[in-house]
């Protein structure tokens, strides 16, 4: 079994899987980490750069009033003066390739911080997604314990009416039946919060109680698949986990600032060409100017001797830096290694939990089936069925929370081992 066939929430849940797939490009989160990817192609640009020939120039135009040496008094002049050159790298010791690439490796960081994000916030979906199908049930639930309290307030206030019972007995009653009437309202209050928050998050309108399902779908057998995924990550060279990958990025990165540290007081080539003049016109004597237009080509060199151990400091600092990753990308490779197969096993124990309360439900629903049979007959009364309802309710709660619980970890560990399917969902290029 690969990442791909191990069941995820909305692999049961049709409506969430649309939801997940139209939140890459209306929900509010994900635009503003769009725009992350758009700045880290922009930083990509500008540190392509580097590598172009650069184009400028200047221009002055000046009224000066001169005194010369071989003239009496001062002459008023117009100086005319421009200078247009392009300036082509040619050889840098590799220093402008080196910044180029980093360019490059920053931008796969951001795509790949907007994949893990995606993935998170997905995993966010899927809970809020699963507590508004319990929240709806719960509301459910509150709404028949009103109703059944009521009834017994009903049916307590006709017997104290008739002295059948005290009211000692009718207090209890009614101390009930009101913290019922709270119970389904703050069920409710709760629920519509749900609704609200999962609506914010998508950038949809609420969804309505008909579409959200009533239920939420018994587990398939996946253990073993489970367990196959981690050994085949476990088995690989290099961790794949977006984490994982940053830091061997971020390590690649020093290493590139190291080679351009070691540049730094190396002579660095450029092709230059270009265009200059230079004119002077003295307005007593218009014939009398000076002007020395010039078009030029050539190799420019500059060289750094000596920067006050500038450069020395720079290369002991990425030197410092690249052994500090080194020993934190191990530290991390282990605690990545030993999270997957943590919640691996979480998520073996969320099964067995859920198998329980599974057994538990079927034996609810059988026994709810039994009395009411009961009931057709007339052996037992309508409240001894809504205790057993309530019973169902419970019992339901409790099966479909623990459900939840084992499809949120399943989700958590694809996620650690870098195979959520959900990611599928994102264009190719992100």
Known sequence: MHAQDVVTPEMVLPQLDAILKRAV?????????????????????????????SVGGNYSFNKARDKRGDLAGRLDVDKVYYNFSLNQPLFHWGERRNSARIGQIRETIAQGQYRDGYRLYAQELRSLYFSMILGKLRAKRAAFQLEYNNRLLQQGEERLAKKVISEALIFGIRIEAERAAISAERAIFDYENIKASFSRLTGEPAPSDESIPDSIPALPPQTTGIQNVLASYLAQAEIPSVEAVNFRHSLAIEKLNLANQKTRLRPKFNLVLGISQDEQSYSLNVAQKYQVNSQYVGISANWTVFDGFSARSGVRSALAKIRQLEGDYKVLSDRIAQQAQTQARLAGFHARYASINDRLLDSSQNNLISVKEQFARGVIAQEDVSVVQLGLFDHQINAYSTRADYYSQVS???GTVAQDPVLANLPLNK
Do not use: K
């Open 25 to 53: 490009a209306q929900s509010p989160r994900m635009i503003s980490r769009a725009v992350d990817l758009e700045i880290a192609e922009n930083d990509l640009i500008a540190s392509r750069a580097g590598l172009l020939p």
């Open 412 to 414: 958590e560990f694809l």
